[in-house]
């Protein structure tokens, strides 16, 4: 899960840097909120990922 969730993160920033379009300094809407969608999502799956390591821990 942390491993899927840092790739998810890295994912996500780089839609959200390449939404730019550097002829007219615009940004494109769909891919700027698919970026920091998928930068949450990952961001998500990092904390439960890391939750459940961290219980698995506290049991062994």
Do not use: H
Not at 7 to 21: A, Q, R
Not at 23 to 39: E, I, N, P, R, W
Request: proline content about 2%.
């Amino acid at each position: 899960m942390i491993k899927n969730g840092l790739f998810l993160c890295s994912v996500g920033s780089l839609i959200v840097l390449y939404s730019l379009n550097p002829g007219s300094q615009k940004y494109d809407l769909y891919s700027m909120v698919t970026g920091l969608f998928l930068a949450g999502l990952g961001i998500y799956f990092f904390l439960k990922g890391k939750k459940r390591e961290e219980a698995k821990g506290k049991n062994n």
